[in-house]
């Protein structure tokens, strides 16, 4: 599995130890992920994810799941989160041809 955000598509970044002989030795800053299931207003449903902290913030400012993938780009969503994204579009467009 791999330790990228399913949201946001944040993943590991790289840098230096460095102690205090200023001895350098390359290491990887890992996001904080965390396995979270977040509800879709528009589906009725739960979903799964993997996301990181900094999105589950993103997610809550918002205003949910729906609100957060209508603004996200395609580019930085997991094909997981895709998917749920198009559903939500497809739903809200039947909604509004049934009113």
């Known amino acids: 599995m791999s330790r990228v955000c399913e ?7 790289t ?3 460095v102690s205090h002989a200023n001895n350098k030795t390359r ?8 396995q979270t299931t977040l509800q879709s207003e528009a589906l009725g449903r739960s979903f799964k994810l993997r996301i990181s902290a900094h999105a ?5 400012h918002r ?11 395609d580019t930085d969503l997991s094909a997981n989160a ?3 994204k ?4 497809k739903s809200s467009t039947e909604a509004e041809a049934l009113s």
Do not use: Y
Not at 27 to 34: G, Y
Not at 56 to 60: A, E, G, H, W, Y
Not at 63 to 73: E, M, Q, R, T, V
């Open 7 to 13: 949201l946001t598509g944040k993943g590991p970044m």
């Open 63 to 73: 205003g949910g799941l729906d609100a957060f993938l209508a603004k996200a780009k």
């Open 82 to 84: 895709l998917k749920i």
């Open 27 to 34: 290491r990887r800053f890992l996001p904080n992920l965390n």
């Open 15 to 17: 840098g230096n130890n």
């Open 56 to 60: 589950l913030r993103s997610v809550d």
């Open 86 to 89: 198009k559903a939500i579009g």
